[in-house]
């Protein structure tokens, strides 16, 4: 069951042809919140494909120039190709005449391949929901993206969340992946010796890979990080939903001293 709340103001909404975050978009370093960013971007091209008949989102990448402000914003949107069963697009976000942050993403219309079904029993459906409240977060002094997501922890490496408000006024199933798939840093770091980090650990990128639509409120990320002495790292997540595997994330990641 989604608990998503309707009657709640989704973290960004339409104020004419820009958009206005909530105060839960704000991440806990300067700007919004990564998983609000990249959200945004993901589902303005979600959007567009809808309306346009270009078939289901497969991937996309965000790459954050620089910390995006808690006022109105833009997303400007380019056709790379439209046509056959690809589609892709390109979304900019803009504050003013500042550029913050670019994404793309290809859509792709599905097709039916019989022959391709597994004979393997497929997965036992899973539901997150009696899990425990992820409690790694700690008390917080203002309100974060963190405030819009309900996060769960299995006990074994993995989170499970799902959104609290929506994250836009439209379905944006991609988007709410990005929205969980960009915790993956937090969510390793949580279960480590460095916990509480000694450093900020901003990505300045995440790129979701994912074989199917998201079934289901409720995105698993098992994370991994591979950080090295010289400040720089790596984040690789195994992402779920309630059904099953559906795909990966990577960030790359900029270790600052605190």
């Known amino acids: 069951m989604n608990i998503v709340d309707t009657r709640l103001e989704p973290v960004f909404t339409r104020a004419g042809a820009f958009w206005e975050p909530h105060v839960e ?10 998983g609000a960013v ?3 971007l993901v589902a303005a091209m979600e959007e567009r494909a809808r309306e346009e008949d270009w078939g289901q989102a497969m991937t996309a990448s965000v790459l954050i120039l620089r910390p995006a402000p808690l006022e109105k914003l833009e997303t400007r949107i380019e056709v790379l ?3 056959g069963r690809v589609a892709m697009l390109e979304a900019t976000l803009w504050a003013g005449d500042k550029f913050l942050a670019k994404a793309s993403a290809a859509f792709v ?10 004979v393997a029993v ?3 459906p899973f539901d997150p929901s009696a899990l425990p409240i992820w409690g790694a977060r700690g008390p917080q002094s203002r309100t974060t993206f963190f405030d819009a997501l309900d996060v ?7 989170k499970w969340g799902r959104m609290k408000r929506p994250m836009v006024p439209f379905e944006a ?3 709410n992946v990005f929205a969980f798939a960009d915790n993956g840093t937090p969510y390793w770091l949580s279960g480590t010796e460095f916990w509480p980090p000694r450093w900020g650990f901003p990505n300045i990128d995440v790129v979701v890979h994912i074989s199917r639509p998201p079934v289901g409120s409720w995105i698993g990320v098992t994370p991994e990080s591979d ?12 992402l779920y939903d309630e059904k099953g595997p559906i795909g990966r994330a990577c960030q790359t990641v900029v270790l600052t001293p605190a």
Request: glycine share 18%; aromatic share 4%; hydrophobic share 30%.
């Open 81 to 83: 190709r439209s046509g």
């Open 173 to 175: 199933p991609l988007a």
């Open 227 to 238: 950080w090295r002495d010289s400040g720089l790292g790596l984040t690789d997540s195994k």
């Open 122 to 124: 497929a997965p036992a």
């Open 38 to 40: 990249s959200g945004l």
């Open 109 to 118: 219309k599905p097709i039916s391949l019989p022959e391709l079904n597994r």
């Open 152 to 158: 769960r922890d299995d006990g074994n490496g993995t």
């Open 25 to 34: 978009a704000a991440g806990a370093f300067r700007g919004l919140h990564g």
